[in-house]
């Protein structure tokens, strides 16, 4: 018996992993994140599967889901949005897992901000523009930011900036981080990427708020900044230049 954390992907029922897929449709039992995974995955479920919607389920009453189908000797498929790996929680339920002794498997889905740049239809990391990327949040009622971990000093970084969980705060974020990419450089808001309601705003970052305040975006959204956004390319990659072609026939001769 294993618990499979699976990331079913930002929102569009056909954007989960083929593994994903797999493992749903052999597991006896399905956990899923009501609020933001699409029912249309829930298709992929075995016949007979037990499928319990955790949106109002407490972390214990999520346990005892997955403590009864160990010891009935039952995969589980634990489905949560986007990718494991981001603000999805599963390092709690990892933990009293381990405690208990229940094995479990992490299986990656496509994440939400990775959607959200094909919403805008554009690359995050241009030659000479940005080659990073920082995914981070704005500080609100859930866990408290790290000491240090400020958009003040990830903007200093001139880094395209990627916040999930702040919506409610995008008034906030804007104003913080003008100071660092200016009042023109370029921003968007990018309401349940790849979902049939898709929403993608976008304006110079002293207007996104504005702009975004005539909507009914107010969760499930994500925020990107920086300059890549304009896609405006000072330089071209050298992945593909005849240059690093010839040399890489040269190596391999």
């Known amino acids: ?143 408290a930011m790290p000491d240090g971990e400020t958009l003040e000093n990830f903007a200093k970084t001139g880094s395209t900036l990627v916040l999930h969980l702040s919506a409610k705060m995008i008034a906030s974020v804007c104003q913080r981080t003008i100071p660092f990419y200016g009042e023109d450089c370029p921003a968007a808001i990018i309401y349940r990427a790849s979902w049939p309601d898709e929403q993608v705003i976008t304006a110079p970052l002293n207007k996104l708020a504005e702009k975004a305040g005539d909507t009914t975006i107010r969760k499930t959204a994500t925020i990107i900044i920086g300059p890549v956004l304009s896609g405006a390319m000072p330089q071209t990659s050298s992945l593909y230049s005849p240059k690093r072609a010839h040399q890489r026939r040269m190596e391999e001769e």
């Open 1 to 143: 018996m294993t618990v499979y954390f699976i990331g079913a992907g930002p929102g569009a029922a056909d954007l989960i992993t083929l593994r994903g897929q797999t493992v749903i449709s052999q597991s006896p039992v399905c956990i899923y994140a009501g609020a933001l995974v699409p029912e249309e995955i829930l298709g992929h479920c075995p016949k007979d599967c037990q499928i319990v919607n955790s949106a109002n389920l407490a972390l214990e009453e999520i346990l005892e889901h997955m403590t009864r189908a160990h010891k009935g000797g039952k995969d589980v498929a634990r489905l949560h949005s986007g990718d494991t790996s981001l603000y999805s929680a599963i390092g709690e339920q990892i933990a009293a897992l381990k405690t208990q002794g229940i094995p479990y498997r992490i299986i990656p889905g496509v994440p939400a901000f990775c959607a959200a740049a094909a919403a805008l239809g554009v690359e995050l990391t241009l030659p000479g523009v940005s080659q990073s990327i920082v995914l981070t949040r704005s500080s609100q009622n859930s866990s």
